[in-house]
T-cell receptor, first 114, second 115 residues
Framework: KAGVTQTPRYLIKTRGQQVTLSCSPI?????VSWYQQTPGQGLQFLFE???????NKGNFPGRFSGRQFSNSRSEMNVSTLELGDSALYLC?????????????FGPGTRLTVL | AQSVTQLDSQVPVFEEAPVELRCNYS??????LFWYVQYPNQGLQLLLK??????LVKGINGFEAEFNKSQTSFHLRKPSVHISDTAEYFC?????????????FGGGTRVLVKP
């Protein structure tokens, strides 16, 4: 069974641009969550989608948005990039709707904002 | 709301020695508890989790953790580490009754295993 895949793996953008990151969950998984990892703030929850609906949202500005498609693939978008958005963005998928089920993480997309 | 504190940011340890990584949490509700490992340039991998039942939980790669409700702790241990255990370890919690897959992570502990 293929694991969680994230594309692209590395990305360099400049301030003010926008970016879209993609996550393909494990086949059969309906939940996709996104996390931001930085040296200063650690791992922070961004949002979670389950069956195309956003179910939970972390404390991030509205510049961070996401969506999930009918095949469970998910994208997250960051508009008007700031230097502080440089981070590793991790996506995790789960078969079910609660943390009772194991979440499987992808390798992440490393975003650098110049 | 929950919070997680990992008391050690770095732990150096010699190969074949035991290691303990400390994790304390704060929550007004019952929680599930998790330990994840992150190897360089990789995502997170679940080591073990506590959902209910026995407070001693065994995980992969010889790791185990003990849930202590009165001390709100969930410390991770391994009796004998290998060079390959060099990685960053994250403790995490989630609200037991909340819908969804939101995890709250601690700041991480870097384990460096020396030969």
């Amino acid at each position: 069974k293929a694991g969680v895949t994230q594309t692209p793996r590395y990305l360099i953008k400049t301030r003010g641009q926008q970016v879209t990151l993609s996550c393909s969950p494990i086949s059969g998984h309906r939940s996709v969550s996104w996390y931001q990892q930085t040296p200063g703030q650690g791992l922070q929850f961004l949002f979670e989608y389950f069956s195309e609906t956003q179910r939970n949202k972390g404390n991030f500005p509205g510049r961070f948005s996401g969506r999930q498609f009918s095949n469970s693939r998910s994208e997250m978008n960051v508009s008007t990039l700031e230097l502080g958005d440089s981070a590793l963005y991790l996506c995790a998928s789960s078969v079910g709707g609660t943390t009772y089920n194991e979440q499987f993480f992808g390798p992440g997309t490393r975003l650098t904002v110049l | 709301a929950q919070s997680v504190t990992q008391l050690d940011s770095q732990v150096p340890v010699f190969e074949e020695a035991p290691v303990e990584l400390r994790c304390n949490y704060s929550s007004s509700v019952s929680v599930y508890l998790f330990w994840y490992v992150q190897y360089p340039n990789q995502g997170l991998q679940l080591l073990l989790k506590y959902l209910s039942g026995s407070t001693l939980v065994k995980g992969i790669n010889g790791f185990e953790a003990e849930f202590n409700k009165s001390q709100t702790s969930f410390h991770l241990r391994k009796p004998s580490v290998h060079i390959s255990d060099t990685a960053e370890y994250f403790c995490a919690v989630s609200d037991e009754r909340a819908a969804g897959n939101k995890l709250t992570f601690g700041g991480g502990t870097r384990v460096l295993v020396k030969p």
